[in-house]
């Protein structure tokens, strides 16, 4: 990990996957995961989306002094499971889909796939492969400023299963949004998985077959 380590402290550039990138100041890095500032929050971000680090790029703001960063873990070398389990019961912010930003806690993690409790989507399971970042709120900050009251832990009742796919399996009759229902043919009926596919049956009884590796976010209307 020499090329994050030269860059400790300084401010650099990186490009993620879907054309997105991010600035900020480098503040840690693990096997698979680096971690920034950007001025105003910390972002926990897996390097399996991070195609290009680029030392020195040009920006036009000055970058406020970070402080410690939220998630330290005991000053041990920090890792994506470790951050997700680290950050259970806390507020956060988590980007999927590249656009909506998704807010609340992690309830569950499992083996490829985490359990996330969102004010605005309820119980979501998220594959571990499309989380592109965390961002963990400053403390006594809550998700659209509501009260605890509002905001109550409410993990899922489901009997949760090891893997994505046997989770998901679980849900077969049930009516389920994919991806946040961004796309119409993603909301359906789960009819069927097997060999890592998807039969999902749309409003009108069309049938569509997805690919559960490109399948990012789950959750029951």
């Not at 490829?112 to 989380?131: A, E």
């Amino acid at each position: 990990m020499w090329y994050f380590e030269q860059y400790l402290g300084k401010v650099i550039e990186l490009q993620l996957s879907g054309n997105v990138r991010r600035i900020g100041t480098l503040i840690d890095f693990g096997l698979d995961i680096v971690v920034i500032h950007d001025g105003y929050r910390f972002l926990y971000i897996p390097l399996v989306h991070v195609q290009c680090l680029i030392p020195n790029p040009k920006y036009d703001y000055t970058f406020s002094s970070p402080s410690e960063a939220p998630m330290n873990i005991n000053n041990e070398s920090i890792s994506f499971r470790k951050i997700l389990n680290n950050a259970k019961g806390s507020f956060v912010e988590l980007n999927v889909t590249g656009k909506l930003p998704i807010h609340g806690y992690v309830t569950n993690v499992l083996n490829n796939y985490f359990v996330f409790y969102s004010p605005v989507y309820k119980n979501l399971l998220i594959s571990f492969y499309h989380l592109k970042w965390l961002v963990p709120y400053y403390r006594n900050m809550v998700p659209y400023s509501l009260s605890q009251h509002h905001l109550p832990i409410n993990p899922s009742t489901l009997s949760l299963s090891r893997s994505f796919e046997e989770q998901l399996k679980k849900l077969e009759g049930k009516l389920v949004i994919l991806d946040l229902g961004e796309n119409p043919g993603k909301i359906g009926l789960l009819e069927k998985v097997e060999d890592n596919v998807i039969e999902l049956v749309g409003a009108e009884g069309e049938k569509k077959i997805w690919n559960i590796q490109h399948i990012k976010t789950v959750h029951l209307p």
